[in-house]
């Protein structure tokens, strides 16, 4: 069977509500599409949510005694008190150096014999010795921060317990802008739901059109006088709706459960939204009239949606410090934008600066993938 010549079908609003409504209808009817659009998303910002952090709060250290005078003592419990490590004392190096080797302990610091007479001499420079695990770089720098900060929250004690000021040379007081609390998931948060967001628009049209073709009911489609504009239409705009109702439910979510605060304008949030979702839904209708299997389909919309939006999109790998040739791939992921948007929307507010380009790129992007599934529709048996 040979392509049916546009201009015979023409384009119906009537033949495109009919479709609409009969698409609506199976989305009712098939649990499956619920399933996709309410739980899994709710499932998969749990996980994001308190699954993955990037916050360092209490490292696990070694503290090595090898003096017990005062001022030693008092160092000893100034670690204690730090809401940042959670303290193993030991007289030796050796007694922790095992779990520093089989990461148990994170760190360690040792304190050395001479540390109460040279503090109390005056004469010489005191000095503490500070391990880290330099397997996992971040850890070691948090720990040398903390150990840092630490010892210069226990000079101030001390110099203020003998009534003397303490002042370092350069004294800094740190301000961060946008996420204040400097919580990994303020930022995390808004990536994910466009993770999230890629996997949900995908999957849910992967299946539309192979389940027509497996149903056998493609058939009897292509033998009325609809028009592929007319059959792409119908297959994507149901399918919006529902993951618009998924978008809401991850921004309530995020803001109301999670606590992640929005700054931004619902309008942009939603013209940004329906962006993007012409791209995740153009890529699972691509994927579906390609492959015309529901099982094929969805496990390409799992992996083409899912890997290039996490790994390049920039929320957890920086794309700058990737290799140049990556970074020529990432412009190519619409996640990359959608991820830039949805951070700046709830941290920072409406930064059209920020927004603007980046909703430009998703238009281009939404563009080319529904460009791109209508060159590869055909409106014929053989494929």
């Known amino acids: 069977m040979t392509d049916r010549p546009a201009a015979h079908a023409g384009f119906s609003f009537r033949r495109l509500s009919a479709l609409c409504v009969k698409e609506t209808r199976q989305i009712m009817r098939d649990p499956s599409s619920w399933l996709i659009a309410i739980v899994l998303p709710v499932f998969l910002l749990f996980i994001f949510g308190f699954g993955i952090s990037l916050d360092t709060n209490r490292l696990r250290i070694g503290v090595v005694m090898e003096d017990r005078g005062i001022e030693a003592v ?47 001499g005056g004469h010489d420079q005191a000095q503490i010795q500070v391990l880290a695990d330099g397997s996992e770089p971040n850890t070691a720098n948090f720990v040398a921060s903390y150990a840092r900060g630490m010892l210069e929250s226990w000079l101030a004690a001390r110099a203020d317990s003998h009534g003397m000021s303490f002042s370092e040379a350069v004294s800094l007081e740190p301000r961060y802008w946008f996420n204040p609390t400097t919580i990994s998931r303020n930022y995390l948060i808004p990536g994910s739901i466009s993770v999230v967001m890629t996997i949900i628009g995908a999957l849910l049209t992967s299946l539309v059109i192979a389940r027509e073709w497996e149903r056998g009911t493609m058939e009897a489609l292509l033998a009325t006088p609809i028009s592929k504009t007319e059959l792409l239409l119908s297959k994507s705009l149901p399918y919006y709706a529902l993951a618009m109702v998924a978008m809401a439910i991850c921004v309530l979510i ?58 390049l999109s920039g929320l957890i790998f920086e794309i700058s410090s990737m290799p140049l ?59």
């Open 74 to 120: 008092r160092l000893a419990a100034s670690v204690s008190g730090s809401p940042y490590f959670d303290p193993v004392f030991a007289d030796t190096l050796a007694e922790v150096q095992d779990g520093l080797t089989r990461g148990n302990l994170r760190g360690v610091i040792v304190i050395p014999q001479d540390f109460t007479a040279k503090v109390l």
């Open 254 to 311: 995020a803001i109301f459960i999670m606590d992640v605060p929005f700054r931004g304008s619902i309008l942009i949030l939603l013209l940004s939204t329906s962006l993007f979702l012409g791209s995740a839904l153009g890529l699972g209708l691509l994927l579906s009239s390609a492959t015309r299997n529901q099982f094929n389909a969805a496990q390409g919309a799992l992996n083409a949606a899912f890997l290039p939006s996490a790994l």
């Open 325 to 383: 040739a990556v970074q020529a791939v990432t412009y190519l992921v619409p996640a990359r934008y959608f991820v830039t948007t949805l951070q700046t929307l709830f941290q920072a507010g409406d930064l059209l600066a920020i927004l603007l380009p980046n909703m430009l790129f998703l238009l281009l992007s939404a563009v080319f993938w529904l460009g791109l599934t209508a060159r590869a529709t055909r409106r014929r048996l053989d494929g």
